[in-house]
């Protein structure tokens, strides 16, 4: 695969010409990131590859691919591979997001190991697939909710963030109960925040979970009934 290596040096370009030197220890110690920041804000950031995005399109599915994975691999500042989540799930490669691309999300999940990347990755990019592809993407969902790697698990638990009736309970149960014992902060608190997002839309459902499942961390149980008592 060849990446659009125009498009990577107008990102990376973009991004060394807002560099803010001040900014950017304090944004890396927030993060506990190894990697450096270049130190650019989100709207900074956004607002440059709006831009970007919007002026060079590439042309297929290969080189979209591509460009994505070599501007996440290649990173040498945080901005850089969330320029890559970006860029992945730009409006006009769309038509492109369905189950052949879980292997690239799935690259980026592991490799990313921490919650910024994850969580955006998990709900903006998985759980659209998810639900336009339940048939081939459950299963995998399924298989990640006993995965040895934590990033894996918690996208399973909090992909359906957002769902409202659209969510799966038997995979929302399914990806939940297994974490349950599990002292991992990150676990406990995916677990509340998935709990606590569908109990917008079922109450009732979500009491219930609760209270069928007593071993659950109080992290996890507070957050799940934060808003529903």
Request: aromatic residues 10%.
């Amino acid at each position: 695969m060849t990446a659009d290596e125009e498009l990577l040096k107008e990102i990376r370009d973009g991004l060394a010409e807002l560099a803010d030197a001040a900014k950017a220890p304090a944004m890396q110690a927030y993060m506990k990131s190894a990697m450096p920041f270049r130190g650019v804000p989100k709207p900074q950031r956004s607002a440059l590859l709006k831009q970007v995005m919007a002026d060079h399109i590439l042309p297929d599915r290969v080189t979209y691919s591509a460009t994505v994975l070599e501007l996440w691999r290649a990173a040498e500042y945080r901005e850089e591979r969330y320029a890559a989540i970006d860029l992945s799930g730009y409006r006009a490669y769309r038509q492109w997001q369905d189950p052949a691309l879980l292997p690239v999300y799935e690259e980026m999940i592991v490799s990313g190991a921490w919650w910024d990347y994850v969580d955006e990755l998990a709900i903006r990019r998985i759980g659209p697939i998810l639900r336009a592809d339940r048939a081939e993407v459950t299963p995998v969902m399924r298989a990640w909710t006993a995965d040895a790697n934590l990033w894996r698990r918690r996208t399973a638990i909090i992909c359906q963030v957002g769902a409202k009736e659209d969510t799966d309970t038997d995979l929302l149960r399914d990806a939940i109960e297994p974490a349950i014992a599990e002292p991992e902060f990150f676990l406990r608190k995916g677990i509340g925040w998935a709990l606590r997002d569908y109990a917008k839309t079922a109450p009732d459902w979500v009491r219930s979970f609760v209270d069928d499942h007593p071993a659950l961390s109080g992290l996890s149980r507070r957050e799940a009934l934060k808003h529903i008592g």
